[in-house]
């Protein structure tokens, strides 16, 4: 029995989806903040909802799964990061790569330039492998450990270590949304990452003052001696810290990003290269350390945080925001195919008259696409398409496009909770969305630094005559 052609159905009208979408976000704001009901459910709701619209479009039942499936099957390079990341953290944790770099990294401890440090740290890894998510799953992971032991609140932690991975993986040539931006709008990469420095450099001047004056207010915190001779104490009993083998398996993870290989193999090889040191140089049990790929244990070095932080890892640890991924990513299938969002950019783009509208215009249509369908990929592909022949129109140049679509969609994603990236931010940080989002400075100014530009006509690369 061939499928049906869901492209061939009716299109929403203006109103439909207007009604459709304010369902959609009222019951995701006023059940997780009113009603305090859990995101799943919620998302569970929304497509009892959406599927309803689809349904009264024509849309059969089969119509509505083959819409969810693509929606799905559209972001199956983030699942199986997702379950990757799992594991990497976990055969980090068993190899003494986190353990090492928390213990040297105890060493240099300084309060007042902490969180400007490892802004570039994240900054710079982030770039150097092209993924914020192996970035916040590695050394956002240590950083959150020893902002424990000074007494940094977690909050603030996680929005530097958000906002320096974001700044890399949007700046990274060898970062997926950077590539999938530019081939998106028809730019040329390096003509992509170009027009970007025009509003990110800015922004990340910005974001590191802000972070270089709230670490001046933790200038006067003691360092607890003792206490992190303790832990320093208890990682030796429980590992061998020598960074010339432990810090390997991340070793082989940049090197291999550098070369350009996929972020499936380089974090593959990098798992089993932990695995190897786990088992030969740490001796550790070999069913212990292929169980802790599934769910990884405490560590036992006899102190509580501690043990929780070389506990963590392991695919199980994913579950919650895999499963919530795969439920957002099924809604935004609909949202996304039947074109309830389509009608409402199409209507907003064709009121749009002046360059500073329609950049701002761009980047609030990520934010909405990101909300819709919880995923940035999604939002960039159909961003660029609906926008495409509005800034042509305007005469300027394809990078711009790119440039304000990543600035709505790649920026905003990590400020959503029920996206795959703020998802995974919140799951591996272990700090909710909301409670670092007001600290991811870099993902607040961004979009406003490129909106002030347009209207000061700054960074409006034009079209070339030919």
Request: glycine content about 8%.
């Amino acid at each position: 029995m061939a499928q049906t052609d869901v492209t061939a159905q009716k299109e929403p009208s203006f109103l439909q989806a207007i009604v459709c979408m304010l369902g959609v976000f009222m019951a995701i704001s006023l059940g997780m903040f009113i009603f305090e009901i859990h995101i799943h459910t919620l998302i569970f709701l929304c497509l009892l909802w959406v599927g309803g619209h689809a349904a009264v479009l024509g849309y059969t039942f089969n119509d509505i799964q083959q819409m969810m499936n693509k929606g799905i099957s559209n972001a199956l390079p983030a699942i199986y990061i997702f379950i990757l990341i799992g594991m990497v953290i976990a055969s980090f944790m068993q190899s003494g790569t986190i353990a090492s770099l928390l213990y040297y990294g105890l060493e240099i401890l300084n309060p007042t330039v902490f969180l400007v440090s490892g802004l570039i740290l994240c900054s710079v890894m982030s770039i150097t492998t092209g993924t914020s998510w192996g970035t916040v799953g590695t050394i956002g992971v240590v950083l959150i450990s020893m902002a424990e032991v000074i007494g940094i609140p977690l909050a603030i932690v996680a929005g530097m270590i958000v906002s320096g991975a974001t700044f890399g993986d949007k700046l990274s040539p060898i970062s997926d949304t950077t590539n999938l931006a530019a081939m998106s709008a028809g730019t040329h990469l390096y003509r992509h990452i170009y027009a970007m420095l025009y509003t990110t450099v800015p922004a990340f001047v910005l974001t590191l003052i802000i972070f270089t004056l709230i670490g001046m207010q933790y200038s006067d915190r003691v360092l607890p001696v003792q206490e992190i001779a303790l832990i320093q104490s208890g990682l030796e009993s429980v590992f061998q810290l020598s960074l010339w083998v432990t810090a390997l398996p991340l070793v082989c993870m940049l090197v291999m990003s550098i070369k350009k290989y996929s972020p499936v193999v380089s974090m593959s090889c990098s798992i089993v290269l932990a695995m190897l040191i786990a088992i030969i140089y740490q001796e550790r049990n070999i069913i212990e350390v292929f169980n802790a790929l599934w769910l990884n244990q405490p560590g036992n070095t006899g102190i509580e945080n501690i043990d929780t932080l070389l506990g963590r890892g392991g695919i199980y640890s994913m579950a919650w925001t895999l499963l919530l991924s795969i439920m957002a990513l099924a809604l935004g299938g609909i949202l996304h195919q039947a074109k309830f969002l389509s009608v409402i950019l199409a209507h907003l783009i064709a009121r749009i008259k002046r360059i500073r509208t329609l950049v701002a215009t761009t980047i609030l249509s990520g934010l909405a696409s990101n909300m819709g369908t919880g995923e940035a990929y999604v939002s960039i592909i159909l961003n660029c398409q609906l926008f495409k022949d509005a800034y042509h129109k305007a005469h300027l140049d394809s990078a711009v496009l790119s440039r304000s679509v990543e600035e709505g969609s790649t920026l905003t994603t990590a400020l959503i909770p029920w996206t795959t990236a703020g998802a995974f931010y919140a799951a591996t940080l272990g700090i909710p969305v909301l409670d670092y989002a007001p600290y991811a400075f870099l993902n607040l100014l961004n979009p406003l630094v490129s909106i002030a530009m347009a209207s000061l006509g700054i960074g409006l690369l034009r079209l070339h005559p030919r």
